[in-house]
């Protein structure tokens, strides 16, 4: 399979979050993306570099200010104080329900905070880079599914799922399944699916085509009202205005284990199925491993296997991007699955 990858993705490389109350390593690091590459060039796949950039499909999936922000948000912090170079900033103040978010603060961490979900999201000097070159890959591998390529992977970091349009959250600053989307729309699919199997639900994926006929949303995920994002990923949101029935949300308890992750993915794959979507976009989280250390699914290296022969039955135009997954020493091997299972399917 054409593996498209970036060394830009290295330039993301904060080195603390919160967890729990203490601050900590980060789970979201560059060896996660050296992991992979180095099982898939292992398997003999094909690697690429982006051939296009994503500006304009961009803004037809991020607001203008929140971008904005993003390509600027580093200097900004350096420019209050030149000792930020070896801090970093988090958000502490958000603007929730009866607050203003239609106005931009003047203040950097009020701003920072307009356009967060959650202070999960650590910024570098390398984000908007790394982020940029994400998105670059997500257009040129829609550029390579349209002009004829069965499959391709893109190999990317930050994962991008968990970003609207208009702020990051959970490690995502872009969200490269949502450009992937837009861009095959744009070349001419008339209906995509966006598929989101990370062990997390894809809220931003969800929220940005909430309201579209032509983009269909589907994610199996932890149940929410235990698992991150908690506030979306309910079965009862199956989208709004002509997008009502377009998003199908598959919730799934903690400590799930192979035989229902199974049943809940051909239930969204019988429903791609049904709404005869001609393009296929993968979310590929591999959080849903047992050996993950910050989920519960109990998924064996040999599902990832089955996930990609399942997916491959579907026989559509596929494109992967690559999203969660911190047991880092095993993502390349169980991406290598996935791809392996796809080929072979
Ligand atoms: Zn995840």
């Known amino acids: 399979m054409l593996i498209l990858h970036s ?42 570099g982006p051939d296009t950039d994503s500006t304009r499909v961009l803004s037809q999936v991020h607001s203008a200010r929140y971008l904005a922000f993003l ?29 203003r978010s239609d106005l931009e603060p003047d203040n950097f961490i009020a701003r920072l905070g307009l356009y967060s979900m959650d202070n999960g999201s650590p910024l570098s000097a390398g984000t908007w880079a790394a982020a940029k070159a994400g998105a670059d890959l997500a257009v040129s591998a829609a550029g390579r599914l349209s002009r004829g390529a069965a499959a391709v992977f893109c190999l990317t970091r930050p994962p991008g799922h968990h970003a609207g349009a208009d702020f990051m959250g959970g490690y995502c600053f872009i969200n490269n399944a949502a450009v992937a989307a837009q861009a095959l729309r744009e070349q001419g699919c008339q209906r995509v699916a966006v598929l989101d199997v990370d062990y997390h639900h894809g809220n931003g994926t969800q929220s ?68 005869r979507s001609d393009a296929l976009v993968v979310s590929l989280g591999l959080d849903t491993f047992a050996g993950d250390p910050i989920s519960t699914f109990r998924l064996q290296a040999e599902d990832f296997v089955g996930l990609g022969t399942r997916l491959k039955r579907l026989a559509r135009p596929t494109l992967f991007v690559l999203e969660g997954g911190y047991a880092a020493s095993e993502l390349g091997s169980n991406a290598a699955c996935v791809l392996g299972g796809f080929e072979q399917g």
């Open 71 to 99: 390509e600027t948000a580093w200097a900004q912090w350096l420019a209050l104080d030149a000792a930020h170079a070896v801090r970093q900033p988090f958000p502490s103040v958000w603007p929730v329900r009866s607050l």
């Open 208 to 275: 940005i085509f909430y309201e579209r006929a032509d983009v269909l949303t589907l994610s199996l995920h932890g149940d929410p009202r235990t698992e991150y994002p908690f506030y979306l990923g309910h079965a009862d949101e199956t989208g709004a205005g002509p997008g009502q029935g377009c998003n199908l949300n598959l919730p799934l308890p903690a400590g799930t284990a192979t035989g229902a992750w199974f049943d809940a993915l051909d239930t969204a794959c019988v429903r791609i199925e049904a709404a």
């Open 7 to 48: 060394p830009a993705h290295a330039a993301h490389a904060p080195a603390f979050e919160f967890f729990r109350g203490e601050r900590v390593p980060c789970f979201e690091t560059p060896a996660r993306a050296a992991f992979v590459l180095q099982a898939l060039q292992a398997g003999g796949h094909e690697l690429q």
